[in-house]
């Protein structure tokens, strides 16, 4: 038995890894600790397109002619490489998706540039490659593939963006005691800048994919917001820590408040939904309660986050921002269970679109929009209900 | 690679700056790191890029070391920790099964062999892939390091940093548990 077991095994020396990958690998590494046994680093993407202009071209030439026409993207890089040369070739490279042949030499080249980058630099690089992911994404999402393909890319994406965002926060870690504070808080603040576009990107990218991907892929965006939400609240501390409360840049003032805003307005919208709730019947009154009480304590942090803020204690704003977090999370989470109860509110919206949508249509069609309010009313008025709860009728 | 003497003297080249030199260490381990890192994660890209990581933390750590005694044991122990990164900033383990697709690509390039043989071939190694993703990682790794890699317990040993003695009898162990994930299949 032993001995058949240790046969079968054998045959997993068989396991290789693609011979393209092998070459590209190859050269990429030996293009990289050349720069660097030389002393001449040469990040950015000047280096990046001279490591995939090599990569590519040497890759496309190692194919035998049997392998090429086995693997017609081969034969199409080749047919490339030939006609134009490198640089045709070295686009493909860059531009490359989950599932093309060349991606893993993008990411390949990637974890290079991360890994040979100062520690200074590694945060910022970070975040760059965050923002290739959701570039990538945002090409996958308009793919004409199966809802199975593409909710499996969307979510190896996703995971990709929580993985980097959370490293980049550790890079953020690591520097935090260096000897150049200026440098450090200029790093977080690059940081805190971008994760919050990670934020609005993902969430909008969300609303572009259909009912299913988003149900699939739901549990890793969650988790990639939250991330991003971690990244950018730990970045925006390393500011404030840098340069003290008083100096901190406007730009820090300016991110916090935006973001106190965004959880203002999603709390009016599981408002929304509790106030139809109350009107409905046969909606689920426990999760009613739950979203009523999640979203009244929410409220309370975030008007302690304005105060602060006001009195410009950043600290303290954005730690109570950050409290806010999971409750506004948990009472969006209620609201969604309980608007799938209230059949005018997922019936309309094919998309399965998110409360925010249905309850601002519901505004556009039944109710005059409100005037214009400035900030402080907004925050402590709560939105005007709609008339009935057959606005959609 | 010719051995022992050959090894010291290209990493000896590779501190005084001949980068070539990485090339050969490349083309001896780049299969077999593979393969240890693609049966320890869940799919053959994330198997291409820990092995690329792990070769560039190689060449850091032989231009940083000042001796390096045994260098495979360095690599494997490179391509442990990359593996574990991974998985820590993945935040849970993830245990999938490859895709089969992938799978097929290795196959394909044997062209020694006929389609029925290929298709026995695959279905064989399918099945053995997935008894082996199924165990517990102290053994799997021992396994893979012993049959797949051909280390000897000695060499494993250096690797695990356990007793020659410890990884006999892990390896005993792992080939039990093997059997019994095996046993409703044969």
Known sequence: MSRKIIKQLKTLQRITPRSEWQASCKELLLSQVASQGMGTSRPGAFAGIVVYTRTVMSGAYQYTLGAVVAHPAAMALTALTLLFGGSVATLGARHSLPGDTLYSVKKTSENFQVAIASPDQKAELQMQLVETRLEELDAISKQPISDEEKAQKVESLVSDVTATLNSAGQHLDDIKGSQDPQRVAQVANTVSQKAVRVSEALSKTKQTLSKPVKQDTAPKVKEALAQANTTTTKALAVVIEKNGSSKAPDDIKNNIQDRIKQAEENVKDVNQVVKIAAETKGVDTDQVAKATKDSKQATEKLQTAKKSLEKNDLSLALTSLDESYELVVDAQESADAIKVTIPDLTSSDPNDADVKDTADKKDETKTPPPEKQDDSEKSTTPPAPPASPEVKK | ?186
């Not at chain 2, 010719?2 to 980068?19: F, M």
């Not at chain 2, 991974?86 to 089969?100: A, C, H, N, Q, T």
């Not at chain 2, 298709?119 to 993703?133: D, G, I, P, Q």
């Open chain 2, 1 to 186: 690679m010719r051995g022992y003497l050959n090894e010291q003297i290209l990493i000896y080249q590779i501190k005084r700056g001949h980068t070539e030199s990485f090339a050969p260490l490349y083309d001896h381990y780049v299969q077999k790191v593979y393969r240890f890192v693609y049966l320890k994660v869940p799919s053959a890209s994330d198997a291409e890029d820990l092995t690329s990581e792990t070769f560039l933390k190689t060449w850091q750590y032989i231009k940083e070391a000042r001796a390096i005694g045994n260098l495979q044991a360095v690599i494997y122990k490179i391509a442990r920790n990359v593996v574990v990164d991974f998985y820590r900033k993945r935040g849970k383990m993830i245990v999938d099964s490859l895709d089969e697709s992938e799978n097929e690509i290795v196959i394909a390039d044997r062209v020694d062999l006929t389609l029925e043989e290929k298709m026995v071939l695959k279905s064989e190694m399918v099945l053995v892939e997935k008894a082996l993703r199924e165990l517990k990682d102290t053994y799997r790794e021992i396994i893979i390091l012993h049959y797949l890699n051909d280390l000897s317990l000695k060499e494993i040993a250096k690797v695990v940093e356990r007793s020659p003695g410890a990884v006999r009898v892990m390896l005993h162990r792992g080939i039990k548990a093997l059997k019994g994930k095996l046993k409703p299949h044969t």
